[in-house]
């Protein structure tokens, strides 16, 4: 049995060494390992088509390990979520919160991309696409799990953004609202998540799936335009 000193800390902290196989030396990032891996596999493979044994192959830790951080597999698929999707949030309602305090009137446009480039952002790295593939699936997995998240990270953020959304167009019902917000969101999943339709459907190098900033803009332009309809 491992003593206090050598049990690993439920959070980021001092360094824990190595006492079994496939445990990091050096600087301990066990729990951002499962977290990463875990990632991956539930972006690929779903919640139910993913095991904790196949996490802890790919983390290289032990089930025990991943049940002692963790509790359990959907404690541990909540963790992957809010991990990326409560910044993305916060990052929403920061920017909405400088434009306003920019002292210009807000436009459509720029809300559409303060809204859109958080999630973005995370196509710079592995990691971050496979969040958005996980996002982009969340809708397929157990309602007892994915609501509860969804509620948790955007509820706020979302509702935000659909109250800036009217101001701008004050005609908009609060349904009409509602929907473009939600067009919107189905939108930019579809399109940043990788998968790879439009590589399937056009010819060679016409269109390049790592140019970010060409994505952005494309995708911009179809919501604002749908929007001002």
Do not use: C
């Not at 305090?101 to 958080?118: D, Q, W």
């Not at 459907?201 to 604002?224: C, W």
């Amino acid at each position: 049995m491992q003593s206090a000193a050598d049990q690993p800390a439920r959070r980021r902290g001092p360094a824990v060494k190595a006492k079994g196989p496939g445990r990091p030396e050096g600087v301990s990032r066990i729990r951002d390992d499962i977290l990463d891996a875990a990632e991956r596999l539930f972006a690929d493979l779903g919640y139910a088509g993913t095991t904790l044994r196949e996490v802890s192959q790919a983390a290289k830790v032990t089930q025990a390990l991943i049940n002692y951080y963790f509790g359990s597999k959907s404690g541990l698929f909540g963790e992957v979520f809010l991990r990326r999707a409560a910044p993305v949030s916060a990052q929403r309602l920061e920017t909405l919160a400088s434009l306003r305090a920019a002292g210009t009137p807000l436009n459509l446009e720029a809300i559409v991309r303060a809204f859109l480039a958080p999630s973005l952002r995370l196509r710079a790295t592995r990691q971050g696409r496979a969040f958005l593939r996980l996002q982009a699936r969340l809708h397929t997995e157990p309602p007892h799990l994915s609501y509860a998240l969804r509620q948790s990270a955007y509820d706020a953020s979302t509702k935000a953004y659909i109250a800036a959304l009217r101001e701008v167009q004050p005609e908009l019902s609060e349904l009409e609202a509602h929907w473009r917000i939600t067009l919107m969101i189905g939108t930019y999943l579809y399109a940043f998540s990788d998968t790879h339709r439009l590589e399937d459907l056009t010819e060679p190098g016409l269109y390049d799936p790592d140019d970010t900033e060409a994505m952005f803009e494309t995708v911009t332009r179809f919501i604002v335009g749908g929007m001002q309809r």
